[in-house]
């Protein structure tokens, strides 16, 4: 084939004929195109000629028509660019249909699936920051003192009910003694805590010279382990069944330590007397490390009912329990001087 030349397009001949053979012996013959013209006169190479299928024969079953795609196709050249560029091509984001086998929200089971925030407008959530029902303890106390109902405490480790916030207590002259600062108790303990305070530290501050005007208050409730030893057991303190006391004031003044050395003796030992019959532990010097300027008392249950008191009275001439040596007698011989040692090296 000489250069320059272009190569026929294979086929076009071959489907005229075809057109023809369809059309029959009889039938008109269309004009050629002058494309075909063009191509009839050439010759085509045998090894480059493409075999055609052969024709249809009139028996076959007429073809059934297809049906055109709906969706326009993807155009390649945009997601060729969009990978290229080392992204992806956008596509539009759908809505989520939900699930077909859940129950309608009006079906049997909607109930289980509501939440507390979600409860049917007939059936309001129950308030959290509302607290029970008081108690019969909860409905007497205010007779004797001043108190606010609070929720239960449920923090996993620490745990109370009947819970109370003890702000003062009403004398029985009708004074009322603060507690500074307001105490968190059981309601039990609370109410044991007020007659104390009515019944024995009212008596005893008025021997002293003047009625009892506040209670001074080291802690109350305190989740946290005996002492603040870590591993030991929870305190009652974790319970809101105890009460750490450090002093009371006068109404003149005065303030009267409950291990101060310096108050009578006789009014000391009074207040721990009807310590030990009111509450079931009574700590305080004496007991340990841990209670020389304070008193702790608290409802602790026990088998058999078992107390403890231990709390020394004790006089200015105690120091922890240890006597001092007796006094150097008069007839005893003088002490002889020490040298003092030298601090200073040669």
Same mark, same amino acid.
């Given at each position: 084939?000489p250069?320059g030349s272009?190569?026929?397009?294979?086929?076009?001949g071959?489907?005229?004929e075809a057109?023809? @053979?369809r *059309?029959?012996?009889? *039938?008109r013959?269309?004009?050629?195109?002058?494309?075909?013209?063009? =191509?009839?006169?050439?010759?085509?190479?045998?090894?480059? *000629?493409?075999?055609?299928?052969?024709?249809?024969?009139?028996?076959?079953?007429?073809?059934?028509?297809?049906?055109?795609?709906?969706?326009?196709?993807?155009?390649?050249? /945009?997601?060729?660019?969009?990978?290229?560029a080392?992204?992806?091509?956008?596509?539009?984001?759908?809505? *989520?249909l939900?699930?077909?086998?859940k129950?309608?929200?009006?079906?049997? &089971?909607a109930?289980?699936?509501?939440?507390?925030?979600?409860?049917?407008p007939?059936?309001?959530?129950?308030?959290?920051?509302?607290?029970?029902?008081?108690?019969?303890?909860?409905?007497?106390l205010?007779?004797?003192?001043?108190i606010?109902?609070l929720?239960p405490?449920?923090n996993?480790?620490?745990?109370?009910?009947? +819970?109370v916030?003890?702000?003062? =207590?009403?004398? %029985? &002259?009708?004074r009322r003694?603060?507690v500074?600062p307001p105490? #968190?108790?059981r309601?039990?303990?609370?109410?044991?805590?007020?007659? !104390?305070?009515? &019944?024995e530290?009212a008596?005893?501050?008025?021997?002293?010279?003047a009625?009892? %005007?506040?209670?001074? +208050?080291?802690?109350?409730?305190?989740?946290?382990?005996?002492?603040?030893?870590?591993?030991?057991?929870?305190?009652?303190?974790g319970?809101?069944?105890?009460?750490?006391?450090?002093?009371?004031?006068?109404?003149?003044?005065? /303030?009267v330590?409950?291990?101060?050395? @310096? +108050?009578?003796?006789?009014?000391?030992?009074?207040l721990?007397?009807?310590?030990r019959?009111?509450?079931?532990?009574?700590?305080?010097?004496g007991a340990?490390g841990?209670?020389?300027?304070?008193?702790? +008392?608290d409802?602790?249950e026990r088998?058999?009912?078992?107390?403890?008191?231990? !709390?020394? =009275?004790?006089?200015p #001439?105690? =120091?922890?329990g240890?006597?001092?040596?007796?006094?150097?007698? /008069?007839?005893?011989?003088p002490?002889?001087?020490?040298r003092?040692?030298?601090?200073?090296r040669?």
């Open positions: 084939m250069s272009h190569a026929p397009k294979a086929g076009a071959s489907r005229s057109a023809a @053979t *059309a029959g012996p009889g *039938a013959q269309p004009a050629p195109s002058p494309h075909e013209k063009q =191509v009839a006169g050439r010759s085509v190479p045998p090894d480059r *000629a493409i075999p055609q299928p052969p024709t249809r024969p009139p028996e076959a079953p007429p073809r059934r028509e297809t049906m055109a795609r709906s969706t326009p196709p993807k155009d390649v050249n /945009v997601e060729t660019r969009a990978r290229r080392g992204g992806e091509p956008r596509h539009e984001q759908t809505a *989520a939900p699930p077909t086998d129950a309608s929200p009006g079906g049997p &089971d109930a289980k699936d509501l939440t507390k925030d979600q409860a049917p007939d059936q309001p959530p129950q308030q959290a920051d509302q607290p029970p029902p008081p108690s019969p303890c909860q409905l007497r205010p007779d004797i003192a001043a606010k109902i929720l405490i449920n996993g480790t620490c745990t109370a009910e009947e +819970v916030r003890l702000d003062a =207590v009403t004398a %029985k &002259d009708g003694v603060a500074t105490a #968190t108790l309601c039990p303990m609370a109410e044991s805590f007020a007659h !104390w305070i009515r &019944d530290v008596s005893v501050a008025q021997d002293l010279g009625p009892v %005007k506040s209670v001074t +208050v080291d802690t109350s409730f305190e989740c946290r382990p005996r002492n603040h030893i870590a591993g030991a057991k929870l305190s009652e303190h319970h809101a069944n105890a009460v750490d006391l450090r002093a009371f004031t006068l109404a003149n003044g005065g /303030v330590g409950l291990t101060d050395k @310096t +108050v009578q003796r006789e009014a000391r030992e009074r721990r007397e009807a310590a019959r009111r509450f079931t532990t009574v700590l305080g010097p340990d841990y209670h020389e300027t304070h008193i702790h +008392v409802l602790a088998r058999s009912g078992y107390r403890i008191c231990q !709390w020394d =009275v004790r006089d #001439t105690e =120091v922890a240890v006597p001092l040596p007796p006094e150097r007698p /008069v007839s005893a011989p002490r002889v001087a020490k003092a040692k030298s601090s200073s040669d």
